[in-house]
């Protein structure tokens, strides 16, 4: 006869049942959303794969390094697509490290503060959510965060759905954000954002580029914006890194000036050099589009062994000729005209 | 005393003398005391066939891990550790495949887990339901407009606690996908068709040892 028990299941298996479910459960959330990503979706970062030492800046790699270090990648009008528009300003593009720059505060720019923020009865910040059509085409942004209405500190989610800030420029993906309103004054105003970004995938004037990274921002006035930068940056010419880019942005009525301080660019082929402006870069603002490239100011790399590269803009008139100059030191000490041209060579 | 040949041997149990001895097709009989009166139930033998769910669980996660090793850039899994991820310079070893694997594979290796350790092993649906329900909902609560009401209700204490202090991470920086929806309900099924498939196959074994004999 089968024996009558009653089914009590021994104090050993319930343990080991219990351990198995909350590892089950930190699994789940282990394996998920580390510096992005989130875990649900296929390789969501780029990856720099290109020579880490630095690069010995001579004759024939000078020109190439200092107009990626310049743009944040490959020359724009390199790539096949871009279209120049007419006017004083060869446009092929907005500069990477300004162009995202203002799309991403400009998404921040666009959150109706007063409608966020408060806390619920237990003391939790209040979740919200919105959805912002794109200026531009039929995209929309979609922003999910929490908002300390009291501190006026912020964060969540930005999601880019082929969202167009201008009729040139769209983004793809999605950014964690943070930062501080200053509740001083009325309205509150932005303080500082920072943003992480996975995988964001930008089309700009036909050229289409990727970039993974981070970018923090300080607005000391509502004209002027010290950034620093630190992305890795994908196009159809190769794998490019920009490594804590520092500059301040200044927006003027009809430019832009750009002045860094610091930074470091990767080169894929020739390693990274250290980069600055020696005068701050002014761009052409044009029907609130940056110009691509600038018509006043020097940017200058520094590589190995001493050797530095000078790019000086002369104008960005696409009737004058030469519109820089570029100078070279051999590690000498000593500054020597190399090459000239129109931006569309360089 | 009626022996019964894999297969259709469950449903054959019914004809088997309850005073046999031994355990045709490697299962025990035993009365059990339930609130609205006793029943008598046949479990298989379990040691072997929870053997084998462990042994597939194991391998099963540890092509999971592979996949954020080898191919997720080492900021995405909150743990796994940047020694051990291997991701840059190459492209991804599982393909498209890989976007969904581990979502495949998390609810496909802790359903054999948990019916392999449970006190309660015949009861294989209700596992299979639950993690169904967890990996769902965790995926779902990345979506934009859930993930900021799920961190905010979350404690403060959360904080500070490692793993927990993720969970804010885990929502708000999550992508949703539709995709892995599908690849948690195709675990759960797989999960639940490999234990039958297990089982069976240990039923079989166990019988056929038995007619030998």
Known sequence: MPQTRRFVPDSGRLLALLAVIVLGVLTTVGSGGGGGGGGSTAPTSLTYTGVTTPAAVDQS??????????????????VTGAVELPGPAARSGEPRVIGLVDLLKGSLERIDFTLAGGTTVSGTLVPYSETIPSPYGTGSLILSFTYDDQTGSFS???????????????????????????????????ESAQFTFPLLSVTDNGIAYQMSGAIGMIVQSPTQ???TMSAVIGDSSGTYKIDNYVYLVTDYTTYVEVAQSAG?????????????????????????????????????IDGASSTKALLTALSDDVNVTPQWQLQLDNGSGVLLPLSSGDWVDL | MNRVANPGCTRALI???????????????????????EKTRWTVKRSSANGWLMLIAIGALTVGALVYMLDRPAATAYLLPGALSFSGGHHPVFGALGGHLPEFVHVYAFILLTVAISPWPARVLPVCGFWWAVDSLFEIGQHPVIAPTITAALPNWFRRIPILDH???????????PADLVAVALG????????RLIRKSEVGHATDTQIRS
């Open chain 2, 15 to 37: 004809a088997v003398d309850h005073t046999m001895q031994g355990s045709p097709c490697g299962l025990v009989p035993e009365t059990v005391a339930f609130a609205k009166g």
């Open chain 2, 167 to 177: 969970i804010a991470n885990y929502f708000l920086r999550g992508t949703s996908d």
């Open chain 2, 188 to 195: 759960t099924v797989s999960a639940y068709l490999t234990i």
């Open chain 1, 225 to 227: 914006t010290q950034v």
């Open chain 1, 61 to 78: 790699n000078a020109q190439t390094l200092v107009a990626a270090a310049l743009q944040g990648g490959s020359a724009g009008t390199l």
């Open chain 1, 264 to 300: 470091r660019f990767y080169h894929p082929t020739y390693g990274y050099v250290e980069v600055k402006t020696l005068a701050s870069l002014l761009y052409h603002l044009v029907s609130n589009v940056v110009a691509t490239w600038p018509y006043q100011g020097e940017f200058e």
């Open chain 1, 156 to 190: 969540g989610t930005a999601t880019y759905n082929n969202y167009c800030e201008d009729a040139d420029s769209c983004v793809n993906g999605e950014s964690g954000f943070s930062g501080q309103l200053d509740l001083t004054v009325s309205p509150p105003e932005l």
